[in-house]
């Protein structure tokens, strides 16, 4: 399985980015394809998930500005943000999970539930 992120880079506040995650190589029935985000000296933390109902969920603190979504023609998972804020620095990570469980339990659940991992791209927010 391969994860490629790629669409980081830097924006003023408020300003809007789209990261995208090509992925290859995964036979799954049921998944979970996720976002998420690693700032300095912090925990990585989850972003976003969408699970194979494409069903979706949200951390608190990105819900109304981010919306995640996936092109199944494509193999491609896309993070639009927008409103972005200076907390939302951090190295941002694709990830899948091969686990059958919804978006929120995936949001909500441990990071050993993703078996796989993007290399990361980063997003960088000035004030």
């Known amino acids: 399985v391969q994860l490629v992120e790629s669409g980081g880079g830097s924006v003023q506040a408020g300003g809007s980015l789209r990261l995208s995650c090509a992925a290859s190589g995964y036979r799954f029935s049921r998944y979970s394809m996720a976002w998420f985000r690693q700032a300095p000296g912090k925990e990585r933390e989850g972003v976003a998930t969408?699970?194979?109902?494409?069903?979706?969920a949200y951390a608190d603190s990105v819900k109304g500005r981010f919306t995640i979504s996936q092109d199944n023609a494509k193999n491609t998972l896309y993070l639009q943000m927008n409103t972005l804020k200076p907390e939302d620095t951090a190295m941002y990570y694709c990830?899948?999970?091969?686990?059958?469980?919804?978006?929120?339990?995936?949001?909500?659940?441990?990071?050993?539930?993703?078996?796989?991992w993007g290399q990361g791209t980063q997003v960088t927010v000035s004030s």
């Open positions: 990830a899948i999970s091969p686990v059958d469980m919804t978006a929120l339990e995936a949001l909500r659940g441990t990071l050993s539930n993703f078996s796989y």
């Open positions: 969408i699970d194979s109902d494409s069903s979706t």
